[in-house]
């Protein structure tokens, strides 16, 4: 397969982006050598270097579980220095210089043997209190004013619905910065797990068991505060499936009048916008293979500036009458698919496929065309092999290129 | 087997005193025990958690399953009495109790095997809900064992007909109850946990 | 391999002779015999899942290579995984277990022969059967743990994972087995005066890691059975539409998986427990305390299940629990450590190999062990859990630990099993390179995990900036290749033209010692009696007890008849769980057949010559 994977550079404020200093061997080995000091937790200065660094915190959920990693971590090295040191020694001063060496016949020291029994379980419960109470501290769930987000894996994607504001987007998760945010975790098909490094430690994406009438199931949260303004990558932790390599994702934390403007522009982006938190009916919406969409093309393009790139506009009445609509959704057009990620403000999002790639014109008409031949066993079609239970698009190049055109527009 | 630890054990002397067999079998059991606590676990863990019906509640015969369970309780009586006219050297009764015990092992199997086919009828099959799937998994695997069982006291019987199992080598039918008996009381955990208190 | 027995002849007298043929290796029930055989199918294995290895280090050199595909790296990793554990760590140890053990307690053989060789059998077969899965191209592929529901017919159709539930099926068969014959054989078949508190360290490790197999592998065997209803027959244990909850899946499985760990690791503390003593000169320091930690390891090791599941969401109180649990497992284990460095202080310390691969586990383990620290914090754990740290970390603990041991034991026992030594040169090399190549492939490893690596990707992004980790990793994996190359080679060399051994070539202090070196097939003459913990190396002990142990016997000891039911019957069982991948329940049913023949079979078969 060809894939190459380019990354956004330095996307908004520049925060994704590798630093360029490292590229060398020679300073890559110099880097993994200073490593161990970094580990102690000098690393939380330099964030760029690793962007999905575990030892990095950026919100108060990650601030705890780093300080709790620095505490345990110099534990250890004090029990490694021990054990090591004592080993060295008997090594050395030990070693037999003749065979008729008969040494001492010790069968054991009461009191020794209680020491090192009682030196490291005191050790143990220094680590242990505070871990139980970094535990609890942890699984609470945070004010009543917090933003919550229903997450929903899927392979090999993610898909995100935001309640309170009715928005629904696809592996770019947007985030008001010093909001607290609950996930609520959820996955349609494999267990999947949701982990943001900076933002924190991971959680499993479970599928749901199915439970009787009124009671109610079972979901698993991450609570969290960003504190931090910037762009933040994460991945799938629970082996998925075939690409469980390339489900990624971005979290986005902005100000919280650039999330406003953000959700604000999820609406407006394309025609008439519908109400805030007003649910697509999806029964009616849902196309099925083959199936002429209900055709709104009308009042639709009327809605759109007149001034646009025929381009997009061409994309835009493809799009909305080909097969892509049953799964795929746009906000305020017909276009009301659920079963892919959500496409509304597509060109505004840095990545492609579920944050493996550029999200630019070229890659876009290759994922459009060979979805497959990028990202093994995804649902998509392509253009011309069916994907999931869904036929081939059947699209033509010209086609494909308008229908990039009109995605990229999407801002 | 059961020739072969005869055999060790006519060599001799052990740590313990008791015959390897012995040591060997229970250790086995010790390793079943773990296996049923898995399947009868899981019953619990999945009770009251079905999506659709039926529950327990509404299929199960209380009055029934006492009756067979009480038959398999008194297969266990048959066995003690076969073990012991075994040891006697009576071949006679020896056989009749060993029959015995297959008969009421095949009551138990004919009563639960018709609750089955009730239950089937109610809707309760191994796909239908969570405890369909528990219940047949662990039942069913309790069955596969006294089915297991009845085939061994054949055996016994057969050789204890062509006089291969002389009092001297009453352990062989000793090991073969106590297999018996695992299997009848693992059946009474069942009967407990599943059936009467629901 | 026949050569055992012709070698054996030169000690013997000609009536004594053993036959030789390979029909005599394939009824064999001589546990020396079935041991070399668990060692040389597991060696094989061994660099069967090695070559795995390989191919994913090649893969994850470079960020975002493709020259395998997901598919077949999945598979690879899995079966890497699988293989491993199942087919190597484990039938390695009961290797050690089925030479040593016996001769450390002054058995003739183990309690019971023939299901010795079947648990052999069943072994083979099903690793045969689990590794057939590359040839029709449908080898496991949801990896070793094998989570629901992702192993559900919707999300891995075919056979790939019936070949690895079934397989595993087949392999818990044997361990119970073996679990079965080996408790008995130690409590029951000890020389007079072998007082369980007498007992050498290897020979008490293997009666927990006994105990540990049959009470986890039925666990799994459950486990497996759901996992097989819910693919063949719709149950829906693990079906989330049906209410079943994948979580479940999870449960059972570490709750077979920790005790596992146990299985993996306790047989090399049982391994450098003897080893460091011998070469030390000084008897174990601490024996009760050691023999009580490792008691202590198997039993808490049931309650620690959880730690391997604290992202998934169990709430506060569990994870509280089970962060308890596994720091308080940490004491015992540290305890041993501690109790290994005092057994060399002020010892006259040789660096043999064994000697060498002992201290470099207490060196090694270590550090596997205080990672294991880090992460058995629970929030910790959150952000290390299913990364490369945690890939770094268990391979300190089970290459660094058990295969290190079992390395150790094999140097150490070797001139026991072929009165040659192996060669000692080659051994430092095997032990340099073993230390450089393990360390090189598996330390860069923490931070690539550290550094955002998740596991279990067949690639991974540029972006991460972890290529330096992974280069090293790869490098040292190589390195570490080689050195199971030269382990080959050394066996290979030394097995026809080592250098000749005595019976005691390392002064140890244990009964299997006492014997002739490669022993008899009937090991001891007569049972000697035991008056201590280290019965050669106390005056008057030691003459008392090879006078008895080094004559020859005025009438051949009678041994166990050999038996060809073994291999039949793990044959129809093999074929049996084979036949379940149809899910007809018919041909199943009627596959019992042969098992049902076969059982009685040997029943009626006697185990030993007419008239005994």
Same mark, same amino acid.
């Given at each position: 397969m060809r894939l190459t994977m380019k990354r956004p550079q330095g996307n908004r404020d520049g925060s994704a982006g590798v630093g360029p200093g490292v590229r060398t061997l020679g300073a890559r080995l110099v880097a993994f050598l200073v490593a161990p000091l970094l580990m102690g937790g000098l690393m939380a200065g330099c964030a760029d270097e690793y962007p999905q660094s575990s030892i990095s915190p950026h919100t108060d959920f990650a601030e705890i579980i780093h300080s709790?990693?620095?505490?345990? *971590?110099?534990?250890?090295?004090?029990?490694?220095?021990?054990?090591?040191?004592?080993?060295?020694?008997?090594?050395?001063?030990?070693?037999?210089?003749?065979?008729?060496?008969?040494?001492?016949?010790?069968?054991?020291?009461?009191?020794?043997?209680?020491?090192?029994?009682?030196?490291?379980?005191?050790?143990?419960?220094?680590?242990?209190?505070?871990?139980?109470?970094?535990?609890?501290?942890?699984?609470?769930?945070?004010?009543?004013?917090?933003?919550?987000?229903?997450?929903?894996?899927?392979?090999?994607?993610?898909?995100?619905?935001?309640?309170?504001?009715?928005?629904?987007?696809?592996?770019?998760?947007?985030?008001?910065?010093?909001?607290?945010?609950?996930?609520?975790?959820? =996955?349609?098909?494999?267990?999947?797990? *949701?982990?943001?490094?900076?933002?924190?430690?991971?959680?499993?994406?479970?599928?749901?068991?199915?439970?009787?009438?009124?009671?109610?199931?079972?979901?698993?949260?991450?609570?969290?505060?960003?504190?931090?303004?910037?762009? *933040?990558?994460?991945? !799938?932790?629970?082996? !998925?499936?075939? =690409?469980?390599?390339?489900?990624?994702?971005?979290?986005?934390?902005? =100000?919280?009048?650039?999330?406003?403007?953000?959700?604000?522009?999820?609406?407006?982006?394309?025609?008439?916008?519908?109400?805030?938190?007003?649910?697509?009916?999806?029964?009616?919406?849902?196309?099925?293979?083959?199936?002429?969409?209900?055709?709104?093309?009308?009042?639709?393009?009327?809605?759109?500036?007149?001034?646009?790139?025929?381009?997009?506009?061409?994309?835009?009445?493809?799009?909305?009458?080909?097969?892509?609509?049953?799964?795929?959704?746009?906000?305020?057009?017909?276009?009301?698919?659920?079963?892919?990620?959500?496409?509304?403000?597509?060109?505004?999002?840095?990545?492609?496929?579920?944050?493996?790639?550029?999200?630019?014109?070229?890659?876009?008409?290759?994922?459009?065309?060979?979805?497959?031949?990028i990202k093994a066993a995804v649902a998509m079609p392509g253009t011309e092999y069916p994907g999931g239970n869904w036929p081939a698009t059947g699209l033509s190049d010209g086609e494909v290129e308008a229908v990039a055109a009109y995605l990229l527009s999407l801002k | 087997?059961?020739?072969?630890?005869?055999?060790?054990?006519?060599?001799?002397?052990?740590?313990?005193?008791? #015959?390897?067999?012995?040591?060997?079998?229970?250790?086995?059991?010790?390793?079943?025990?773990?296996?049923?606590?898995?399947?009868?676990?899981?019953?619990?863990?999945?009770?009251?958690?079905?999506?659709?019906?039926?529950?327990?509640?509404?299929?199960?015969?209380?009055?029934?399953?006492?009756? #067979?369970?009480?038959?398999?309780?008194?297969? #266990?009586?048959?066995?003690?009495?076969?073990?012991?006219?075994?040891?006697?050297?009576?071949?006679?009764?020896?056989?009749?109790?060993?029959?015995?015990?297959?008969?009421?092992?095949?009551?138990?199997?004919?009563?639960?095997?018709? #609750?089955?086919?009730?239950?089937?009828?109610?809707?309760?099959?191994?796909?239908?809900?969570?405890?369909?799937?528990?219940?047949?998994?662990?039942?069913?695997?309790?069955?596969?064992?006294?089915?297991?069982?009845?085939?061994?006291?054949?055996?016994?019987?057969?050789?204890?007909?062509?006089?291969?199992?002389?009092?001297?080598?009453?352990?062989?039918?000793?090991?073969?109850?106590?297999?018996?008996?695992?299997v009848d009381i693992i059946w009474i955990v069942i009967f407990t946990l599943v059936y009467l208190i629901q | 391999m026949s050569s055992v027995g012709t070698q054996t002849v030169e000690q013997q007298h000609t009536s004594h002779e053993e036959d030789t043929g390979l029909w005599s290796w394939i009824t064999t029930v001589d546990h020396k015999r079935i041991a070399i055989m668990y060692f040389v199918t597991a060696t094989f294995f061994f660099f069967v899942a090695g070559a795995k290895a390989l191919a994913i280090r090649v893969q994850l050199m470079f960020p975002e290579q493709e020259l395998i595909t997901p598919e077949v790296y999945n598979q690879f990793f899995t079966m890497h995984g699988t293989t491993m554990i199942f087919l190597v760590a484990m039938p390695m140890a009961v290797a050690f277990f089925n030479y040593v053990v016996p001769l450390q307690i002054g058995a003739r053989d183990v309690a019971f022969p023939r299901l010795n060789a079947l648990s052999y059998w069943v072994f083979l077969f099903g690793g045969l059967y689990l590794n057939s899965s590359f040839i029709v191209g449908a080898a496991p592929h949801a990896s070793w743990v094998g989570y629901a529901t992702l192993t559900m017919p919707e999300f891995s159709p075919g056979q790939n994972t019936n070949f690895w539930l079934i397989g595993l099926s087949i392999l818990g068969i044997a361990s119970i087995a073996g679990g079965v014959n080996f408790i008995t054989t130690i409590i029951n078949m000890r020389a007079p005066g072998m007082k369980l508190m007498r007992m050498p360290l290897f020979t008490w490790m293997t009666f927990v890691t006994s105990f540990l197999l049959i009470t986890a592998i039925p666990v799994i065997g459950v486990a497996l059975i759901y996992l097989g209803f819910d693919r063949l027959f719709g149950t829906v244990f693990f079906q989330p539409a049906g209410g079943g909850d994948p979580v479940l899946w999870q449960h059972l499985f570490w709750i077979f998986g920790h005790?596992?760990?146990?299985?993996?690791?306790?047989?090399?503390?049982?391994?450098?427990?003897?080893?460091?003593? +011998?070469?030390?000169?000084?008897?174990?320091?601490?024996?009760?305390?050691?023999?009580?930690?490792?008691?202590?390891?198997?039993?808490?090791?049931?309650?620690?299940?959880?730690?391997?599941?604290? +992202?998934?969401?169990?709430?506060?109180?569990?994870?509280?629990?089970?962060?308890?649990? +596994?720091?308080?497992?940490?004491?015992?284990?540290?305890?041993?450590?501690?109790?290994?460095?005092?057994?060399?202080?002020?010892?006259?310390?040789?660096?043999?190999?064994?000697?060498?691969?002992?201290?470099?586990?207490?060196?090694?383990?270590?550090?596997?062990?205080?990672?294991?620290?880090?992460?058995?914090?629970?929030?910790?754990?959150?952000?290390?859990?299913?990364?490369?740290?945690?890939?770094?970390?268990?391979?300190?603990?089970?290459?660094?630990?058990?295969?290190m041991g079992l390395w150790a034991g094999l140097y150490y026992w070797f001139p026991k099993v072929r009165g040659r030594y192996l060669s000692e040169t080659l051994g430092k090399w095997h032990f340099w390179t073993t230390m450089i190549g393990f360390n090189l492939t598996f330390f860069p490893m923490h931070f690539a995990g550290i550094f955002g690596m998740p596991r279990r990707i067949y690639t991974y992004s540029a972006e991460l900036n972890v290529d330096i980790y992974n280069q090293l990793a790869t490098i040292g994996a190589f390195i570490f290749a080689l050195s199971a190359v030269i382990m080959a080679w050394n066996l290979v060399k030394s097995w026809r033209g080592g250098e000749k051994a005595p019976a005691n070539p390392w002064g140890a202090p244990h009964l299997e010692w006492s014997i002739p070196s490669p022993p008899h097939h009937y090991n001891f003459p007569a049972i000697p009696t035991v008056q201590s913990r280290e019965p050669l190396w106390n005056d008057g002990e030691r003459e008392a007890i090879l006078a008895v142990t080094m004559e020859e016997p005025e009438t051949e000891p009678v041994m166990p008849n050999p038996s060809y039911w073994p291999i039949l019957l793990a044959a129809s069982i093999t074929l049996i769980w084979a036949l379940v991948m149809t899910g007809i329940w018919w041909v199943i049913a009627l596959a019992i057949l042969p098992v049902i023949y076969c059982v009685f079979k040997w029943g009626m078969e006697p185990a030993f010559p007419e008239g005994h």
């Open positions: 709790l990693y620095v505490s345990i *971590f110099w534990w250890s090295m004090l029990i490694l220095a021990v054990v090591w040191l004592l080993l060295a020694w008997v090594i050395v001063k030990y070693r037999r210089k003749s065979e008729d060496e008969k040494p001492r016949q010790i069968r054991g020291h009461l009191g020794l043997e209680i020491g090192w029994t009682i030196g490291p379980a005191l050790i143990v419960i220094a680590i242990a209190i505070p871990t139980v109470q970094a535990v609890f501290a942890t699984q609470q769930p945070v004010s009543e004013d917090a933003l919550e987000v229903e997450v929903v894996g899927h392979q090999f994607w993610w898909e995100f619905h935001y309640p309170e504001q009715g928005v629904t987007t696809a592996n770019e998760l947007w985030l008001p910065v010093d909001r607290p945010v609950n996930l609520r975790l959820e =996955s349609n098909d494999v267990i999947h797990s *949701f982990w943001v490094p900076k933002l924190g430690g991971k959680r499993d994406v479970n599928p749901v068991p199915a439970v009787r009438e009124g009671q109610d199931p079972k979901y698993n949260w991450l609570y969290f505060t960003p504190q931090e303004t910037g762009v *933040f990558m994460g991945q !799938c932790a629970e082996f !998925c499936g075939q =690409s469980h390599a390339l489900m990624a994702m971005r979290v986005v934390v902005e =100000s919280e009048e650039g999330f406003q403007d953000w959700v604000d522009r999820w609406f407006a982006s394309e025609g008439a916008a519908l109400p805030a938190g007003a649910e697509p009916d999806a029964e009616t919406e849902l196309q099925m293979p083959g199936e002429e969409p209900d055709v709104q093309e009308d009042e639709e393009l009327q809605a759109v500036d007149q001034d646009e790139d025929p381009m997009v506009t061409l994309g835009r009445e493809t799009f909305l009458n080909s097969t892509c609509v049953a799964c795929h959704g746009v906000e305020g057009t017909s276009a009301q698919g659920v079963i892919g990620p959500n496409l509304t403000l597509f060109g505004a999002r840095s990545t492609l496929g579920a944050g493996i790639m550029e999200n630019n014109r070229e890659n876009l008409v290759r994922w459009i065309i060979d979805p497959q031949g | 087997m059961a020739q072969a630890a005869a055999a060790v054990d006519d060599h001799g002397h052990t740590t313990t005193g008791i #015959s390897n067999f012995k040591v060997g079998f229970w250790t086995f059991i010790a390793s079943e025990c773990l296996f049923f606590g898995t399947l009868i676990s899981t019953y619990m863990v999945y009770k009251g958690r079905a999506v659709v019906g039926p529950y327990p509640a509404e299929i199960f015969d209380v009055l029934i399953t006492t009756i #067979s369970t009480t038959v398999l309780l008194f297969s #266990s009586l048959a066995m003690v009495l076969a073990l012991h006219a075994v040891q006697l050297g009576k071949k006679k009764h020896a056989i009749m109790w060993l029959l015995a015990v297959i008969a009421m092992g095949g009551i138990f199997l004919g009563m639960e095997f018709n #609750s089955y086919l009730k239950y089937i009828d109610y809707g309760l099959t191994l796909g239908s809900s969570t405890f369909g799937s528990s219940y047949y998994v662990l039942t069913g695997t309790h069955k596969v064992h006294v089915v297991l069982g009845m085939v061994w006291m054949a055996v016994l019987i057969w050789l204890i007909a062509r006089n291969r199992i002389p009092p001297a080598k009453a352990e062989q039918v000793e090991i073969a109850g106590l297999y018996w008996h695992f | 005790p596992e760990v146990y299985i993996l690791i306790l047989p090399a503390f049982g391994v450098i427990s003897d080893v460091i003593p +011998t070469f030390s000169k000084k008897p174990l320091f601490g024996y009760p305390i050691v023999v009580y930690a490792g008691l202590l390891i198997g039993f808490i090791g049931w309650g620690v299940w959880s730690h391997h599941m604290f +992202t998934v969401g169990l709430g506060p109180i569990a994870d509280s629990f089970f962060v308890a649990a +596994t720091m308080i497992i940490a004491i015992p284990t540290g305890v041993k450590i501690f109790n290994w460095i005092a057994t060399m202080w002020g010892g006259s310390l040789k660096f043999t190999t064994a000697m060498l691969f002992s201290v470099g586990l207490v060196a090694v383990f270590t550090v596997g062990g205080l990672s294991g620290i880090m992460h058995a914090s629970a929030p910790v754990n959150l952000q290390q859990h299913d990364t490369y740290f945690v890939v770094a970390h268990f391979h300190y603990v089970i290459v660094g630990g058990a295969m």
